[in-house]
Every structure is written in C-alpha cells, then in structure tokens.
C-alpha cells in the first residue's frame, strides 16, 4: 500500500517539457489506464506511465499496453491517401500512388455511386472493427444505413464476441459481459476460468486471480493446452478442444445429483430446469471423460469446489466461444452459476475476458448486421422508428438486416457485393478459410481502406484513407466489465490522417446525405448524438456523459439519465431481461466438433493469443521489442506426437487441414494434448493459421470454429532455425 501511495504522489509530477494525458490502452478489453508522457515542445508522446489511479488495473500493463504508444509516431504510418492505378497488383503492397483528400473523395463517390445506379443499394457493405470509440462504432452504423442505405454491414467482433452476446441474451435476456465488476474477482472464493488463456491474453487480470488463491480461494480452468494460468490450477481440466459443452453439461449433473442447488432461486427466478435436469442426467462423470478426455476425478473435484463455495464467478474465453456450437457453450456455463443461484450478488457471477479494446461497447450501437443503437434490433418496428426518428430518416429507408461477417465475404464472391468500405480490420488475416476472404476482396469491383498502416487487407484496396491512432482522438470505450471510460486526445493527428468519425462525415456530404451527419463537427457531437440514439434502449449510455465518466472512473451500462450514477452489479433486484423477468436455463444436447479427427487428418488444430500480439498483428508485428520477442508463428506439438512424427524442436513441418496448408517451425512441448497441436493467429499472409481453419458457422451468432478442426503433420526436410 506504500508504494501504491508513492507511486500515486508521483504519477502527477512531470519533467518541465513533459504533460501527462490520462487515457487508457488502445488493445484488450482490459483497457488498463495509462499517461501519454507528451512533449509540449513538440506536441509529441514520447513515453507512458501506469495508472495507479485506475481501479481496475491498479498501475498494471503487459508488453503490449507499454509499448502502444510506438504506434502513433511510428515509421509505417499511412500519411496520405492512397488510390491504386494498377489493378493487376491487388492483392499486394504494389502499385499505390499518393493522392489528395479531394481526388479520393470524388473516386470514391464516383464507384460507389456508379455501383448502387448499376446493382443497386445492396451492391455496396461495410465491414468494421471494436479497436474503435464507441462513437466511431455508433456512426459507421448510421454511415453504412443513412449515407449508403445498405444492408450489408458487419464487423469483426463476429470473429471474437458474438458467441458470448448469443449466449448472454438467450440466458439473461441482455447481452453486458460481466455481470459485476472486475474489483469483486480477488474477494470471491471460486474462479471456474474456460477456454482463456488468461495470463497471455488478460495478463493485467492475473493478480485479482493469484489473490483468490492466496485467500485460499480454488481456480478450475479448463483448457486443452497447459497454459500458465492452468499451471497454477487447483484443477486443470485438460479438455479436448470443441468439447466444452459435454464438460459443462458433467459439471451441471454433478452439482444436482450432490445438491448444490439453490431451488429457491430456481424456482423463482428461472425457467428451463426440469428440461436441464432431464437432459443432463446422461452426462455422468465417465460419459463425460469418455467425450472430453478429461479424468472422472478432476470432473468431480472441480464440480465439488464449484459447488461448496459461497461465492463463485464463471469466466469464459474464445477458447469456448469460437466454435460452432459457442453460444450453447456460453449458455451452459451459465446455467452452472444459475442452478447454484451464484449470480445477482456481489463476488459471485458470470463473465467473459473480451478480446478487443471495445468489443463490449462496439456491438451494441449499430456495426451488427442485425442491430441498431442501444442493442435495439432492425427486425422490431419500434426499435427502428425510434432510431429513424433520431438520424432524420423515414423508417421504410431503414434497411433490413443484412448477414454475417463470413457471409458477407462469399457473397462478395458470388458478385452480389460489389464495393466494400474496410476500416479497423484486417479479415485478409483474421477471417476464417481465408482462401475463400482473399478471394472475394480481390473479386469486389471496389474497396477503400481506412487504416493507419498497410494491413493485409488494405493490399486489396483501390483506395486506401490514412486514419488516426488512438492516441490522437478522443471518445468512449466499453470495457470488459461493461464499464464506459474515456479515451483522451494526446498528440494532434501526423500528416494528412483522419479521425474515421470526420472521414464518414465527410464522405456522407460527397454521397449527398450530408444534411444527415454534416452537424457533427466534434467527436463529443457524435457523443450527444449516439447517448441520445442508445436512450431506452438495453444497453442504454444516455446518462453517461463524458464529464460524469471522467468523475467516477468509468459508468456501468445501463446508465439511464443524469441522476443514474450507473449500474456495476446486474440482476441485484434478481429481475432480468426476459419479459416474465426470469433467467434461462437452457437444455443443450451435445454436438461434436463440426470436423472431426480422422485417419487423413488424425490431429486437432487450435489457435489462440500469444502476450506480445494482438488480433491480426498489424501493430504489434512493427514494434520492435514485441516482434523481438515473437517473431514467427510456430506449431505446439506433443512430445509423444513429435516423437511419432520423427519431429525434432525448431524443425518446419507442413500443417495442413481440408481447406489449406502453410509452413511452421516445431515447438515441442508437454503443454498440450497429444492429439492437438496449436498455433498462434498474429500473423499474415502465408504464415497465416487461418488459411487453414474452417468456416462452421454457429446458427445463432455465425461465430466460425476457430478452435477446433481436423489437422495432419508432414515432416519436411531438416530447416532448423538459426
């Protein structure tokens, strides 16, 4: 506490030349705060210094988040716009010349004009990502519907959160991804934690967790692969990956057979248990090991430690989420925290490590192909004349709900899409069966690009728009907890870059719907206007003003008006948001992963997150230190399966599935299942893992099964790395 308080003194004392701007990191949905050391001579950052203010990280930040800053001064910046006068070179980082703002703008109204008079409104889509502001992820929404009255719009956040969205509003009726506040973890008494690799991925989280332990709190973890976090596991439940809901479902059976449920809040404030009760009576302690490959003892014991705890959280990753039965994954973790009554109270909950900075705040307001501002959705006809009545439009030119992010990318192959505006992603990396994205960018007619750097998928582009860092605009985030924090302004933007929220405004006034967007001038006009657009909504911000964020350290979702001071702890009033007011529990009957193992492809692929990337790794791959320490993908693989395979460590292989193949060097270890190899996704073009992935959609959040698909191994010739 000494040195909390020291720190705490000296945090706000600077060298003469030297201004401290208070913001948050610009990666994970942790949003670890942070100072912007800045030059005033020069008007640059130049450093950063933890926040030990913040209470959620309390002056915590991994290698990413100290490194950020390197991004915005950074050598690769894209300064000016770029249009491409040679199409035979799409597809490459070939053939761009610099422009004007003025020649770009009127390029792009030209084909996108051209486009929607020739195929019509449709022909044009939007694809978009949550490592943005809440008001630049509100008003691409109304970009895509308003300015270009298209369907077609989705965003990343399909790859990364829909399954926990899915899940959260079958269960709970409202999709908000903690149900209580990141400071409850420390003082809870049991942390059930699948599918995340915690201590890589939300490393500025590990120290609430070792705090459990060390009160003599249990950790669980399920994982197929020995992470860091499952080291330190009371019990690791060392699952084969795509089986997560037969373990769910065992863990469910054990708690009503050894009665550990609260049939007082069941009976009260839940629907669906006799139907759960019925359909996981089959999933015994050997039914399930038989399924997951998991012992019938640690079943047991983790269900135990589950269920005596007074208090408990279920905390939940991608490694769950992304496959094609993730929602019903997300659910039946639920159900554990619902039949035991462990939830609507301090310390005790459900909650989801989000993957990007935003990925909370970024699906509520309008980038889901089926959403529009406030979690109101496109299908209900009062949700879309209250939205309509906000941007100034007649509720018949709203448009339908377009498809998902995948779906989107085969039609763009199959010529419906013709033009697509890209900003905040790179799916040329991030996709899944890429073979089938790089195709269709490289079939649309037109695409524009707003980035700060050369991704993969800008190398598609025909025009590509230079747009700001993080540190160089100012908004709102969402966090993980579901709390809404302020982004400041540090530096001024370099060159000839954009904040996306001035480029939409501008492009929305050379489209003709200017009279639509031409009254935002700032971004806190866009603020106003978005708090108003999500009031009465479910994820309802209206009463989170920027000065009210700045005084109480963020706001928790819902804030309803000025005398709301915010909502930290869901369903205390026990009361959710199903119209009958109670929680669901769902029956889920078991289904394999889509691609099983087989004679011709005998392993199970996985991927995830390593500490030094983030997402695609269009940032982290150009800082120097985090490249240094990460430099090349490479494959996890067995002793036992290196073994079988002749495979010595730092050998290249071949990794192949059905859908592709590409070259890794062999890390050999003992962290992972013999039938499973795994492989990080940061990287692109041929290193890409997920050239080989398989696009097995969810039917409810079109999620792709990214962590589970069919693998085979070939020995290449010896390549040892030097």
């Known amino acids: 506490m000494q040195r909390d308080k020291f720190f705490r003194e000296i945090d706000n004392v600077t060298h003469p030349n030297e201004t401290l701007v208070k913001t948050h990191c610009s990666y994970c949905g942790m949003q670890c705060g942070m100072n912007l050391r800045v030059d005033k001579s020069t008007n640059t950052i130049i450093g950063v210094e933890p926040r030990y203010d913040w209470p959620v990280t309390v002056g915590k930040m991994c290698p990413k988040g100290v490194t950020a800053y390197q991004q915005t001064n950074h050598k690769d910046r894209i300064l000016k716009p770029l249009i491409r006068d040679d199409a035979s070179l799409k597809g490459t980082d070939k053939g761009f010349r610099e422009a004007s703002w003025e020649e770009a703008y009127d390029l792009i109204a030209e084909k996108f004009g051209q486009l929607q008079n020739d195929y019509g409104k449709d022909s044009l ?31 990343n956040g399909r790859f990364c959160m829909s399954s926990a969205a899915g899940g959260f509003l079958r269960t709970f009726g409202v999709d908000r991804g903690s149900t209580l506040p990141w400071t409850d973890i420390h003082e809870t008494d049991c942390l059930f934690i699948a599918g995340s690799n915690t201590a890589e991925c939300h490393p500025t989280s590990m120290f609430r967790i070792w705090a459990v332990q060390e009160r003599g709190g249990y950790l669980i973890v399920a994982d197929p692969r020995e992470t860091p976090i499952a080291r330190r596991a009371d019990v690791h439940l060392d699952l084969r990956p795509g089986t997560d809901l037969a373990l769910a479902n065992g863990i469910l059976h054990l708690l009503i057979k050894n009665n550990y449920t609260d049939r007082e809040f069941i009976d009260n404030h ?12 089959e999933f015994t302690p050997e039914a399930t090991s038989l399924i997951t490959g998991v012992s019938v003892e640690k079943i047991e014991r983790a269900a135990e430690i589950y269920g005596k705890a007074p208090n408990a959280i279920v905390m939940f990753a991608r490694g769950i989420e992304q496959q094609h039965k993730g929602v019903d994954n997300v659910s039946a973790y639920c159900n554990m925290a619902l039949i035991t ?31 529009l501002p406030g979690y109101r959705k496109l299908t209900n006809p009062k949700h879309v004349e209250e939205v309509s009545k906000v941007w100034g439009i007649d509720p018949c030119d709203m448009p339908k709900p377009g498809v998902s992010a995948y779906e989107m990318f085969e039609l763009m192959n199959e010529k419906e899409i013709r033009g697509l505006y890209l900003l905040c992603s790179n799916p040329a990396v991030s996709a899944p069966n890429l073979n089938v ?4 960018l490289k079939n649309l007619d037109f695409m524009v690009c707003s980035d700060f750097f050369l991704s993969e998928s800008a190398e598609f582009a025909d025009v590509i728009l230079p747009s700001v860092t993080w540190s160089e605009d100012e908004g709102t985030v969402t966090n993980l907890e579901g709390r809404i924090i302020k982004i400041n302004k540090a530096q001024e933007p370099i060159g000839e870059s954009k904040p996306d929220w001035q480029i939409q405004v ?13 009254h935002l001038k700032t971004a806190r006009d866009v603020a106003d206007e978005f708090r108003l657009a999500s009031k009465g909504g479910n994820a309802d911000y209206y009463g989170a003003t920027w000065d009210k964020i700045d005084k109480q350290d963020g706001v928790f979702w819902p804030c309803k008006d000025g005398d709301d001071q915010g909502t930290p702890h869901m369903f205390l009033d026990k009361k959710f948001y199903h ?8 029956a889920l009957p078991y289904r394999p992963a889509a691609e099983e193992p087989c004679e011709n492809y005998p392993l199970r692929l996985t991927t995830g997150r390593v500490v030094y990337h983030y997402l695609s790794g269009n940032q982290t791959r150009r800082i120097q230190f985090l490249k240094d320490m990460c430099p090349d993908p490479y494959v996890e693989v067995h002793p036992e399966t290196a073994a079988k395979y002749n495979i010595k460590h730092d050998e290249h292989v071949l990794l192949f599935t059905r859908r592709g193949k590409a070259e890794y060097k062999v890390k050999i270890t003992e962290a992972i299942r013999e039938d499973t190899v795994f492989v990080p996704y940061h990287f692109g073009h041929d290193q890409s893992i997920n050239l080989l992935t398989i696009a097995a959609l969810d039917p409810i959040s079109k999620m792709p099964e990214f962590k589970a698909c069919a693998a085979q191994i070939e020995k290449l010739e010896a390549k040892k790395v030097q």
């Open 506 to 518: 501008e492009l929305a006034e050379r489209l003709g719907k200017g009279k639509h967007f031409s």
């Open 579 to 586: 119209p009958d007011e109670k929680a669901k529990i769902c």
């Open 341 to 371: 009554g462990k939830i609507g109270r301090p310390k005790s909950g459900v909650a989801t490590f989000t993957g990007q900075g935003n990925g909370q705040g970024g699906r509520e307001h309008g980038q889901k192909s089926d959403l």
């Open 125 to 155: 889509s939007v694809f978009s990502g949550v490592s943005m502001t809440n008001e630049k992820c509100y008003l691409t929404g109304k970009f895509a519907r308003v300015a270009l009255g298209t369907r077609y719009i989705d965003y």
């Open 437 to 440: 994205v790089r195709a269709g």
């Open 270 to 281: 839940t629907n669906g248990y006799e139907e759960t009760k019925e359909l996981v009576a």
